[in-house]
């Protein structure tokens, strides 16, 4: 289990990284916009799941159980941004 301590400091990562989403978005990156928000998104995303879900401490079976839905997520996100680069 984690201490307080270690609590904290995610939170105040998620929240620099929400900032960092922030600025970025004020700068025209082009299509590089989208890969730095969801880059961002995955790192909130993952830091959400090992430490306040309690992922970084569980068995194989359930990092297999957790992880299995992002293969279809990433061809979910892969065929849409295909079908929107190239239209």
Not at 11 to 38: C, E, Q
Not at 56 to 85: H, M, N, Q
């Amino acid at each position: 289990m984690a201490s307080y301590r270690i609590y904290i400091i995610i939170w105040g990562a998620l929240l620099v990284l929400t900032g960092v989403t922030w600025g970025v978005s004020y700068i025209n990156l082009g299509m590089g916009n989208v890969a730095v928000a969801l880059l961002i998104a995955s790192v909130k995303a993952s830091l959400v799941a090992l430490f306040f879900m309690h992922l970084r401490y569980e068995s194989k079976l359930v990092w297999a159980f957790a992880l299995f839905p992002l293969f279809f997520l990433a061809l979910i996100i892969g065929g849409t941004l295909s079908d929107t680069l190239f239209r």
